[in-house]
């Protein structure tokens, strides 16, 4: 019997899957008004710069576009919808429009998020990494809460260590598992994510964030896999030893991430699993969306007893 990956070019003949490389890499001009950010609610790594942007008040500066959830053979696409729009600089139909523009002869998957510029008629770059960093860093003069760091310079070195641990092994270690088209390939990425996670159980036993009393870029980067966790990566990908609910520290770090300031208005249940039980037809080929989990992601979480 044939197995049939989720995106082919980005698996290997062992079953694992291996990400792409990001196309676009330039650095923006901190310019307010100059760029426009595209991307799902659904998607993770998306999700971690409406974060960012979100905390350092950068919605007057840098405008945003919300993609349908629910991605087809071509790609993301625009549309009318509970929170997702038309594409209002062009009227594009699809975002692959955005990448053909940039380099009519790309040939790799279209991905969320990208920054568009909007002088240059291209996009600047399409990693959610340099991104983020972008957004904590680069436009503090037009940022409306230029006085939170994220990346705080005694830090950056240890944050930088432990987001390459988190992102291999976690926040793509879902992926690897949830892809993968052999025994051995999904095992091995399941042990990885749960070392992760029992890692950060005990890190978090006395410390209320990653690196102390106030959350930084890690932070956020692990926060937008633990909130889709239980919801979707426990049972459509098959990371099912542990929820996160049942991880002590783990569930209350969540909680506490959630109920920081105003990010638990950039998650939306409904997108995230649409987007992964519909999309992914290959796992889910009826793609039937469940109901659950119950989770009050508002409830109180205690860690203020940590500093």
């Not at 500066?61 to 919300?66: E, W, Y």
């Not at 070195?157 to 052999?182: H, Q």
């Not at 459509?236 to 609910?245: G, P, Q």
């Not at 997108?271 to 989770?295: A, S």
Request: net charge negative; hydrophobic share 35%.
């Amino acid at each position: 019997m044939s197995v049939r990956a989720q995106f082919p070019d980005e698996q290997t003949t062992d079953g694992e899957f291996q990400r792409q490389d990001d196309a676009f890499r330039d650095w923006p001009v901190p310019v307010a008004g100059r760029y426009h950010l595209y991307v799902s609610l659904a998607c993770p790594w998306a999700h971690r710069t409406i974060i960012m942007r979100k905390l350092k008040g950068l919605e007057p500066a840098i405008g945003i576009t919300v993609v349908d959830p629910i991605r087809d053979e071509r790609g993301w696409r625009f549309g009318e919808g509970a929170g997702f729009s038309e594409d209002p600089l062009h009227g594009w139909a699809f975002l692959s429009e955005a990448y053909f523009a940039t380099d009519p002869g790309y040939r790799g998957r279209v991905t969320v998020p990208i920054l568009w510029d909007k002088e240059r008629n291209r996009i600047v770059n399409n990693s959610d990494d340099d991104i983020l960093r972008i957004l904590e860093t680069e436009f503090d003069a037009v940022a409306r809460h230029n006085d939170v760091d994220y990346y705080p310079a005694q830090y950056r070195a240890e944050i930088d260590e432990l987001n390459r641990e988190i992102y291999l092994d976690l926040n793509n270690g879902v992926y690897r598992a949830g892809f993968a088209t052999s025994q051995r390939a999904y095992e091995h990425a399941v042990r990885d994510v749960f070392r992760v996670l029992d890692q950060l159980e005990s890190r978090l036993a006395s410390r209320r964030y990653l690196f102390g009393a106030t959350p930084v870029e890690t932070d956020w980067r692990t926060f937008v896999t633990l909130v889709r966790f239980d919801a979707v990566y426990y049972g459509h990908f098959k990371c099912n030893l542990r929820r996160i609910a049942d991880y002590p520290n783990l569930w209350g770090y969540l909680r506490d991430l959630y109920q920081f300031r105003s990010v638990g208005e950039t998650v939306d249940f409904d997108h995230i699993k649409r987007h992964y039980y519909y999309t992914h037809d290959d796992i889910n080929p009826t793609r039937i969306v469940p109901l659950g989990p119950l989770q009050d992601l508002a409830s109180p979480h205690g860690r203020e007893r940590l500093g």
